[in-house]
């Protein structure tokens, strides 16, 4: 499975942005799928992760502010940013986990920043 992330861009703070990931084959069959990020200097951290459909999981950083979802029918999975800080700014990678092989998007960089 490919996975091409896209949407990132330059963004001043308070804003938002939607990235994407497109695969390039059904991801309905796909356990876990979620956007991972790291910034400069820092650890690849988790995001957001949506777990077998509906459940989502948040880390505190961005509960409140980001949004997870997934549309199977377009093999595709989201992350709806909002109130974006400087802090977000970091190069943002989509991961999907099926029985327990991973694949990882090339990654997309986020900066916000005035």
């Known amino acids: 499975v490919q996975l091409q992330a896209s949407g990132g861009g330059l963004v001043q703070p308070g804003g938002s942005l939607r990235l994407s990931c497109a695969a390039s084959?059904?991801?309905?069959?796909?356990?876990?799928m979620g956007w991972y990020r790291q910034a400069p200097g820092k650890q690849r951290e988790l995001v957001a992760a949506i777990i077998s459909g509906d459940v989502t999981n948040y880390a505190d950083s961005v509960k409140g502010r980001f949004t997870i979802s997934r549309d199977n029918a377009k093999n595709t999975l989201y992350l709806q940013m909002a109130s974006l800080k400087p802090e977000d700014t970091a190069v943002y990678y989509c991961h999907a986990k099926r029985y327990g092989v991973a694949y990882w998007g090339q990654g997309t960089q986020v900066t916000v920043s005035s």
């Open positions: 084959r059904s991801i309905f069959s796909m356990n876990v």
